[in-house]
């Protein structure tokens, strides 16, 4: 997994707005938790507007609605807003999934 990196692995903590960080081990990428705190809140793709963080969930598994991969990625909910922010390892950036 990427809490213990193989030397050859790369990973990186300037995506996804810092909520997670990117990793890339055993050919694979994935997405983790980050070993820092995490933002409160991210700005709202089509507003700006900061929307607040109410839960984070990373290397679940799941099918990017993007890039139709199957990949360990990670989930943002909200607590004022009902879409669900999926950091996808392949496309490494949050895709935005409209709410219940
Ligand atoms: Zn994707």
């Known amino acids: 997994m990427c809490y213990h990196p193989p030397p050859m692995g790369e990973t990186r903590s300037d995506l996804y707005h810092g909520v997670f960080e990117w990793c890339l081990s055993g ?3 994935a997405v983790s938790p980050r070993t820092v705190p995490p933002p ?3 700005p709202d793709p089509l507003t700006g507007r900061k929307l607040h963080i ?3 969930q990373a290397g679940t598994p ?7 991969c199957h990949a360990r990625g990670g989930f943002v909910s909200f607590e004022d807003d009902l879409r669900i922010a999926y950091a996808c390892p392949t ?3 949050l895709v935005w999934i409209r709410g219940a």
């Open 62 to 68: 799941a099918i990017c609605p993007v890039c139709s």
């Open 54 to 56: 109410s839960t984070i």
């Open 27 to 29: 050919g694979s990428a």
């Open 40 to 42: 409160v809140s991210i």
């Open 91 to 93: 496309c490494k950036e």
